[in-house]
Nanobody, 132 residues
Framework: QVQLVESGGGLVQAGGSLRLSCAAS????????MGWFRQAPGKGREFVAAISWSTGSTYYADSVKGRFTISRDNARNTVYLHMNSLKPEDTAVYYC?????????????????????????WGQGTQVTVSS
């Protein structure tokens, strides 16, 4: 079992910044990657960013490239999502997710980290609201 606890959401004006945190506990030693997804009202859940625990490889949705940065602290089993230049369309519930591995064998397989089906555990979500 892996437990994920998100924090850092809130209300911010357009152009502002927030940092989300996701602390993982439990059976994290076999995890390959952590991801962030978001779900806006009336819409499906979409990929935002992901990072590999071992290689540090990062992946981003086109909509957040250049504005969001994902990082990790392996010692703390924590992943961060630094969000800058926030827009009203970034308003959503943000979820972190963890997989149970194994490490993908190819670069193509690794792209699976951008998909919901890749992950085995999900956090409870944290609300981010960006006002215009």
């Amino acid at each position: 079992q892996v437990q994920l606890v998100e924090s850092g959401g809130g209300l911010v004006q357009a152009g502002g910044s927030l940092r989300l945190s996701c602390a993982a506990s439990g059976r994290t030693f076999s995890s390959y990657a952590m991801g962030w997804f978001r779900q806006a009202p009336g819409k499906g859940r979409e990929f935002v960013a992901a990072i590999s625990w071992s290689t540090g490889s990062t992946y981003y949705a086109d909509s957040v490239k250049g504005r969001f940065t994902i990082s990790r602290d392996n010692a703390r089993n924590t992943v961060y999502l630094h969000m800058n230049s926030l827009k009203p369309e970034d308003t959503a519930v943000y979820y972190c997710a963890a997989d149970l591995g194994p490490t993908p064998a190819t670069t193509a397989q690794a792209m699976g980290v951008t998909k919901e089906w890749w992950y085995d555990y999900w956090g409870q979500g944290t609300q981010v609201t960006v006002s215009s």
